[in-house]
């Protein structure tokens, strides 16, 4: 319940209860639309900020994702919006675990569960077990991982954004167990919840690690006709940060089914990409590949140009 709701409610049960301090109450009470309007407000103002910072992490720009973050948590924890509260501790969680700082996402996740079962959402309980599950996975603990991630796929609402998400993350545990049919399973849940639903930006992630599986298994067609679909579907919901990643995937694996002339494109792509958003090291990890196949394709003017930036890289 939230403040101005209890307000009004415990306003309500004093008038009837206490006539002889009618006036007081009648005071308190006509005060509750005022706090009301003023509790909204800060609510919005509070959503506002996180949609910002949800701009912010989707461009990659993750320090300015969590200086706006934690404005939307202040405003939300000072209005007691338990459910703001703890969609957006799980926000912060996940973008200190972008960063590596798996400590302080570890405290922001734990904080937004504590919260969460009292609060008795299951969907919003599923989210912050799915994100420790994704923790643990991240710290190599793939059995706390698969724990966190079973309790979340019994809450998570079946179809929902979340269930995609618990979907997702343990296809990726089971990667890591060397269960790729398990995990080519659970991605192509994932893949279909949302699919059906155009949820643009995590279907590129569905099909980028679907790509990943298949080439694992020995199907490099089917590798490329997913990381195909990643692109597509990354473009759509104008994802720079995953066009990037699927670029460069395609890079990989056109050139390890002989197709050198079309990798030496896609890797110009992400090459050009990556530079345009100021990320160097995946620059320069592109860049490698680009001067090697500029060489075995006789392209010698980007053979030498390529060489002269690898000369510059530490």
Excluded at 156 to 161: E, G, K, L, M, R
Excluded at 212 to 238: F, H, P
């Amino acid at each position: 319940m939230t403040r101005h709701a209890y307000t009004r409610s415990r306003c309500a049960a004093w008038s009837i209860a206490l006539s002889l301090t009618f006036c007081l109450s009648a005071f308190s009470c006509s005060s509750a639309p005022k706090k009301a309007v003023e509790t909204l407000a800060l609510k919005n103002e509070a959503a506002d900020y996180a949609k910002l910072a949800d701009d912010f992490f989707f461009k990659g720009q993750y320090l300015s994702a969590l200086q706006f973050y934690a404005e939307a948590l202040d405003l939300n924890l000072s209005v007691d919006n338990v459910e703001g509260v703890i969609v957006t501790r799980n926000a912060l969680g996940r973008t200190h675990l972008v960063l590596g700082r798996l400590d302080d996402a570890e405290r922001e996740f734990t904080d937004a569960l504590r919260d969460g079962r009292p609060f008795g959402k299951p969907a919003l309980i599923a989210q912050s077990l799915s994100n420790l599950g994704e923790l643990y996975y991240t710290r190599g603990r793939l059995e706390d991982a698969e724990s966190y991630l079973m309790e979340a796929e019994r809450l998570a609402p079946t179809n929902d954004a979340v269930w995609a998400v618990v979907a997702h993350n343990r296809g990726v545990v089971a990667v890591a167990r060397g269960d790729l049919k398990s995990a080519s399973t659970y991605l192509m849940k994932a893949e279909q919840a949302n699919d059906r639903a155009k949820r643009w930006s995590v279907l590129g992630t569905n099909r980028y690690v679907l790509a990943s599986v298949m080439y694992a298994q020995g199907s490099i067609e089917e590798a490329l006709r997913w990381a195909e679909r990643a692109l597509a579907a990354d473009k759509t919901a104008e994802n720079s940060l995953g066009i990037g990643a699927d670029l460069e995937a395609l890079g990989r694996l056109t050139r390890r089914a002989g197709q050198p002339e079309k990798a030496f494109e896609y890797f110009r792509r992400s090459f050009g990409l990556w530079l345009a958003l100021g990320k160097d090291r995946d620059a320069e990890r592109v860049l490698r590949e680009l001067r090697e196949l500029a060489v075995e394709l006789g392209e010698e003017d980007y053979a030498g140009r390529y060489g002269k930036m690898l000369e510059g890289v530490p």
